[in-house]
């Protein structure tokens, strides 16, 4: 999964999403939007890859209280053989329950970009410190809106690494 620089309508739209309305409506609809677009593309792409040009993921994480399989898109940012997860709720007081899930539960699958349609199996971990600075200073190099997020959630936003199970 290589970054690419963004075109001008995809910086337009990365600017546009990190509003507080826009992130308000996207954080209640974009998930179904993107499972429906992977669907039909094959898990090739989502629309928020289309629209934004931010290497999107699909992560399946087990549920902390379910057990059962639960599946989000996300920012999937590479960092060597590891991708890198904010966990900014679209700057939501409360932490995303992808978080907790992996919390609870780290190993977890993720589908898109580099690791294809199938998946492919990681560990999560959380970073603190140095490493979390350091992963937070690429996220926020790559879409500048997690500074927004954190300034509107209030509380510092976790930062996980998802490194290549086995």
């Not at 308000?24 to 429906?36: G, N, Q, V, Y």
């Not at 677009?37 to 994480?61: E, K, Q, S, Y």
């Not at 200073?137 to 209030?154: E, I, K, N, T």
């Amino acid at each position: 999964m290589a970054l690419t620089s963004p075109n001008p309508v995809q910086r337009t739209v990365r600017r546009i999403i990190a509003t507080r309305p826009v992130t308000w409506l996207l954080a209640r609809t974009i998930h179904r939007i993107d499972a429906a677009v992977f669907r039909a593309t094959g898990g090739r792409t989502t629309a928020g890859a289309l629209l934004t040009g931010l290497p999107l993921i699909t992560l399946t994480t087990t549920g902390a209280k379910s057990g059962r399989p639960r599946t989000v898109t996300l920012v999937g940012i590479p960092d060597g053989g590891r991708l890198i997860v904010i966990a900014s709720n679209w700057g939501q007081a409360g932490h995303p329950a992808w978080y907790y899930n992996m919390k609870a539960n780290p190993e977890v699958t993720v589908a898109g970009g580099r690791d294809g349609p199938a998946g492919r199996l990681y560990v999560a971990r959380e970073l603190v410190g140095a490493e979390r600075a350091a992963a937070w200073a690429r996220a926020v190099a790559l879409y500048p809106g997690y500074q927004g997020y954190a300034a509107r959630a209030g509380r510092e936003i976790p930062v996980m690494a998802l490194e290549v199970a086995g």
